[in-house]
């Protein structure tokens, strides 16, 4: 089916590459954009929550931007948590707007230009590397070590939104998170820095240690959760997995509960799909955040003192 489909594939990168040609507004400020070559969870929100936090740390008052994907609102909008909801603004958004100004808009450029008559010293965008209409002082390649880059193919034919090498040109480094399982480094540019992270759990897990849990989840990669759980201690008695985004309701939040009630365990989800239940729900289910883990923090934190002092622009 991927040969098949090869044809199609080669439109599609095609349409990107025309639409990447394109010159983009260039903010005043730098803008850091963590990006993917593939469709799907990649890890891209949490590299963008860990710069948020170490841009914070250095007193730059960082604004972060995103399309909202799930979301109706096309923006530009800054994410108010008590009035949007994941139905509005999407997932994502609303775990970033927790930690900085957040602001989602279909037109990054115009999220850009709100973002800095709003006073923001640094734009880090969560997700983007495809979109022409905003200048990037620096691209990092986000790359999920269990998944790769699949089957090396572009929409329809694999899960590239454009040939790796066409993206990793555009990159001034590339972030593994978790081992390289599928030898995804092998395909990149050989002078192209390689930064690693793995992903941790956060401190809820320890309250979760040899209790009975029942996990579900509607991420790009479910197991990657179930097995976080696992690792952190906790037995997995049941688990239930779900489309990414996908929009949890009073009906199916019964039936998960009652389901963990049958096993005698510990409902537990993501922080990601924790927003999208409904709120009379949420109190009933415990949270378990991951975090980055750097191999070399030197590494993450050099880049950043290159991004602002931009050294760097459209690596």
């Known amino acids: ?13 095609g349409a990107t590459a025309r639409r990447m040609a394109r010159p983009g507004f260039a903010a005043p400020i730098p803008v850091i954009c963590c990006g993917s070559v593939t469709a799907g969870g990649a890890g891209k929100t949490t590299l963008t929550i860990d710069l948020g936090r170490r841009l914070a740390a250095r007193g730059v ?28 603004v999407g997932d994502e958004a609303l775990l970033l707007a927790a930690l ?18 709003a006073g923001a010293g640094a734009i880090v965008m969560d997700d983007g590397l495809q979109n022409p209409t905003l200048r990037k002082t620096i691209s990092l390649l986000t790359i999920d070590g269990s998944t790769g880059f699949g089957n090396g193919r572009v929409i329809p034919a694999g899960p590239l ?3 790796v090498a066409t993206a990793a040109a555009r990159c001034g480094a590339a972030v593994l998170i978790g081992q390289d399982d599928t030898g995804a480094l092998a395909m990149l540019p050989r002078d192209l820095p390689v930064l690693r992270a793995a992903l941790v759990s ?9 209790q009975n849990v029942f ?5 790009a990669n479910p197991r990657k959760f179930f097995t976080t759980l ?20 009073a009906g199916d939040m019964s039936a998960l509960l009652a ?21 009379e729900f949420q109190t009933r289910v415990r949270v378990v955040s991951v975090t980055l883990q750097w191999e070399d923090p030197s590494q993450i934190d050099a880049l950043l003192d290159r991004a602002m002092a931009s050294e760097v622009v459209d690596a």
């Open 1 to 13: 089916m991927p040969l098949l489909l090869s044809p199609v594939a080669a439109i599609y990168a």
């Open 61 to 88: 008052a960082s604004h972060f931007l995103l399309r909202g994907y799930g979301g109706s609102v096309k923006g530009p909008v800054r994410v108010e948590p008590g009035k949007h909801g994941s139905e509005a």
């Open 100 to 117: 900085a100004p957040t602001w989602v808009s279909a037109d990054r450029a115009e999220g850009a230009k709100c973002a800095v008559e």
């Open 161 to 163: 939104r454009e040939s």
């Open 202 to 210: 956060g401190p809820e897990m320890a309250e979760l240690s040899g």
């Open 215 to 219: 996990a579900f989840c509607g991420i």
């Open 230 to 249: 696992r690792l952190g201690g906790a037995v997995v008695a049941g688990s239930e997995a779900f489309a990414d985004h996908y929009p949890f309701d």
């Open 259 to 279: 389901q963990a009630e049958r096993l005698g365990a510990i409902p537990v989800t993501t922080r990601k799909d924790w927003v999208r239940i409904p709120p």
